[in-house]
């Protein structure tokens, strides 16, 4: 045995304190874990046993055997038992790591160079399958322990946040990542579930048996869902609507979380790369908080959709000037359904009257009821601009008291 490896084994009592010591100033889960007495000593008991099984292995030239990989996985599995989170398991497995490069830099002063770089490749060459046995016996444990619904949420929460342990959890649950994904934010607009209510998790359940996509409950009212694509819409971080490729897919998908729902949502969507899917489900929600509520969707809104109405929903005058226009609509009979029919067939007369089921005289009627409430024609620029904006602002629930007293408002 060479001195750096002496020198190692001597000191690998203290460095194996000093390990666990780390542990419980940085990891909370472990702080609670380590505050009994038997717990902290299998803690540092596993700390020496590694730091002499490397120095042995070292010495001999010889890799991990199948019986050091199978007592690695039980720490895992003993870490899941003990309610460890997935973000815990893997940051002790980095703050090992870089306790051990430590403390060889540090003993190796002065010492043999070579046998330094011995060290270091047989640790880097065995880190891999002890990483993998220790990781996959974690979630082996998880599988069984945790319900699915809890692995799903878990596993749509470290996708938001990039974190490195989602490809280990996404296995278990036998999923594959994808380098992008489209962010769909449903919005219930009145709270349907408590926070801890089980229909939450019923839900979550159901939908990935059938669809496969990781998805979670956000807020009581916003469930995100995500759903991977080729990235083909992902132009800027103004990202477009869905492209018709993929509609069927996620048509099914929205329309299956409302029908559960049972009440009208509205749908948000951005599409965005794995790596900045915290910026690209904030994009997602806010489309969501000014698409068009429905029962049945027949539009997945995303930003090119909703842009005049984001812009709106910022400026506070504005948005009140559009709530007295409003007003004014509600109180004409079937006015705001009449416009939003006619901008949906795209201000054709008579497929906007078949849509709604009448004469298209009876059309012309309304639309100059409009005209004469709020002295701008449906038909013009101006009133497209306008009256568009109202009718996809009213439908997305912004102004539930429309019909009510609104304050006085500045002239545009």
């Known amino acids: 045995m060479s001195d750096l490896l002496r020198l190692l084994m001597k000191r690998s009592d203290a460095n194996a304190r000093a390990e666990v010591s780390a542990y419980i100033r940085e990891l909370p889960e472990y702080r609670r874990e380590t505050a009994n007495s038997q717990a902290y000593a299998e803690t540092l008991d596993y700390a020496v046993w590694f730091r002499r099984r490397t120095i042995e292995c070292v010495s001999e030239d010889q890799s991990l055997v199948a019986e050091d990989l199978s007592f690695i996985g039980s720490i895992g599995q003993q870490r899941a038992r ?6 815990t398991a ?33 640790f880097g060459t065995q880190g891999t399958p002890g990483t993998a046995a220790y990781l996959q016996a974690y979630m082996d444990e998880e599988q069984l322990r945790l319900s699915l619904a809890t692995r799903v949420r878990t596993l749509t929460q470290l996708l938001l ?41 019923d839900l979550i359940a159901s939908v990935f048996k059938d669809h496969l996509v990781p998805l979670s409950w956000q807020q009581p009212d916003e469930l995100l869902a995500l759903v991977p694509h080729d990235g083909s ?4 971080p103004l990202s477009l609507s869905p492209m018709t490729s993929d509609g069927d897919r996620l048509m099914s998908l929205v329309r299956e979380i409302v029908e559960r729902m049972g009440r009208p949502c509205a749908v948000g969507t951005a599409a965005g790369p794995v790596n900045a ?29 909703v842009f005049v109405e984001l812009g709106a929903a910022q400026l506070t005058e504005v948005d009140r000037w559009l709530r007295e226009i409003a007003c004014r609509l509600a109180g004409g009979p079937d006015l705001v359904m009449t416009l939003d029919a006619y901008y949906r067939a795209d201000m054709n007369r008579l497929a906007a009257a078949a849509a709604l089921h009448i004469h298209p005289r009876t059309l012309d009627y309304r639309l100059q009821r409009v005209r004469d409430l709020v002295n701008v024609d449906p038909g013009s620029v101006r009133g497209v601009r306008i009256l568009s904006t109202v009718v996809a602002r009213m439908l ?14 500045p002239a545009f």
């Open 90 to 122: 893997r940051r002790v497995l980095t703050l090992h790591a870089n306790l051990m490069l430590r403390e060889f830099y540090d003993a190796a002063e002065g010492q043999d160079v070579q046998e330094l770089l011995h060290l270091l490749s047989w």
């Open 396 to 409: 997305a629930g912004a102004w539930p008291q429309a019909q009510g007293p609104v304050p006085p408002a």
């Open 161 to 201: 946040t990039g974190d490195a342990t989602a490809p280990d959890l996404a296995r278990s649950l036998g999923v594959g990542l994808h380098d992008h994904y489209l962010v769909v934010v449903v919005r219930v607009p009145s709270r349907l579930f408590g926070p801890t209510d089980p229909a939450h998790d």
């Open 233 to 236: 819409v992902y132009l800027s």
């Open 277 to 305: 899917l915290n910026k690209t489900a904030e994009l997602a929600r806010r489309v969501a908080h000014v698409a068009p509520l429905e029962t049945a969707p027949r539009t997945l809104s995303g930003v090119a959709d």
């Open 82 to 87: 003990h309610g460890f989170s997935v973000h």
